[in-house]
């Protein structure tokens, strides 16, 4: 008759001892019984189905009813049938297949283990599985490249806190309490800081140049760094506009810098990133913290600057033939009075980059929302 799961009266040792000897060889010859597939699928399922194998009934029948006292003993016995119970199913299983490999070569039995090698065998030079590979997001890509231009030219790389206080974002950079300057950058305010004085509420930064405030606090000129990061300002997405974006940030200070020192880093960094037959040009323009301020810009890169292609008006550079890209100037000797920096012997230059807008010039992208909606499809293409 088949072997079931008796109910234990006991749980004395030897009462235990004899309910494991019993199942174990009901085990035994049930697994020598094994001769096929199907044979093994019903061995196993007999055994160890979750739902109600032996195994699950004498944790159910035995281990669960077990007295207090009895409950360590009765677990170990348990434990050992488990592992008796997989060894077996795994032996019937390696038993099954030698026999398979027998019929099928009419080979001898002492032969099984070495035919069982050699069905077994593992062709190494079979093509491996391919695991996609991660890749640069475009906007890491193109400001690890914006940095790695500027650490050519011996700059380092300083950041800065995301969320800033007034200070470092406004009143540090010349921007006076309500300087109209400050409306041009939408801030998010962080709520409930109203009772605190203006200069130390926090609030998203709008721009990277904070970290210009905090290099110089930091360290004596001469002075030359980038600062990468990320930056918030309350605009409505759109094809154009994302609330949150990167910028790069620059500053050079030492002695005797001059705007020429500017154009010249400037252009040799727009030659770097977007080919040497690119042309710069310096616009006038305004930001409290720089004076003069300009803005750069260079040729059209779609159409080489001529303002049309294809038969019509380039729609890149609206025609104009120059793409503006980013905003510098000369540091506002009003800035260096906030660092303790003395304006009579320093001079220097900074300026200001917005990552996304020049990803876009770069790979051609369309929408700026592209970046930030994490499509792979998109994402894959700069791998
Ligand atoms: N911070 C400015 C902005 O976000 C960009 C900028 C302009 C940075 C001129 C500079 C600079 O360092 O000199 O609009």
Same mark, same amino acid.
């Given at each position: 008759m088949a072997y079931s799961v008796p109910k234990l009266t006991d749980y004395s040792a030897a009462e235990l001892e004899k309910a494991s000897a019993e199942l174990l060889a009901a085990l035994e010859m049930e697994s020598s019984a094994v001769d096929g597939e199907a044979a093994w699928k019903l061995f196993r399922d007999r055994w160890m189905?979750?739902?109600?194998g032996i195994l699950t009934q004498i944790r159910e029948s035995w281990l669960k009813t077990a007295p207090a006292e009895s409950k360590r003993q009765t677990g170990m016995v348990v434990n050992d049938i488990n592992w008796a119970v997989e060894e077996a199913v795994k032996e019937a299983k390696n038993r099954y297949e030698d026999l398979a490999i027998l019929g099928y070569t009419g080979a001898d039995k002492d032969e099984a283990p070495r035919r069982r090698v050699s069905a077994e065998r593992?062709? &190494?030079t079979l093509p491996g599985i391919r695991r996609p590979l991660g890749a640069e997001h475009p906007i890491v890509k193109t400001m690890n490249e914006i940095v790695s231009v500027f650490r050519n030219l011996g700059y380092s790389v300083e950041e800065g806190p995301e969320i800033e206080t007034d200070y470092y974002n406004f009143e540090a950079l010349?921007?006076?309490?309500?300087?109209?300057?400050?409306?041009?950058q939408d801030t998010l305010f962080i709520a409930g +800081?109203?009772?605190?004085?203006l200069r130390e509420r926090l609030l998203?930064?709008?721009?990277?140049?904070?970290v210009q405030i905090r290099s110089m606090e930091k360290m004596k000129p001469p002075l030359r760094v980038v600062c990468p990061g990320k930056v918030h300002r309350n605009d409505a997405p759109d094809a154009t506009h994302s609330p949150i974006f990167h910028q790069i940030e620059g500053l050079a200070v030492d002695t005797n810098i001059t705007f020429c020192d500017l154009k010249g880093t400037l252009d040799h960094a727009m030659k770097a990133l977007f080919g040497s037959s690119v042309k710069t040009r310096f616009y006038p323009s305004f930001f409290p913290f720089t004076e003069p301020s300009a803005d750069v810009q260079i040729s059209c890169i779609f159409c080489g600057g001529k303002g049309y292609r294809d038969g019509g008006r380039c729609p890149n550079c609206k025609g104009g033939g120059w793409i503006e890209l980013l905003g510098c100037g000369m540091v506002d000797p009003n800035v260096y009075g906030f660092v303790d920096y003395d304006p009579t012997k320093v001079s220097g230059f900074a300026f200001g980059m917005g990552v996304e807008r020049i990803a876009i010039l770069k790979y051609g992208v %369309? %929408? &700026? +929302?592209l970046f930030f909606q994490g499509d792979v499809r998109f994402l894959e293409q700069f791998g």
């Open positions: 189905a979750r739902k109600n593992l062709d &190494i010349n921007f006076p309490p309500n300087h109209p300057a400050r409306d041009t +800081q109203e009772s605190k004085p998203l930064r709008t721009h990277t140049s904070p %369309d %929408d &700026i +929302q």
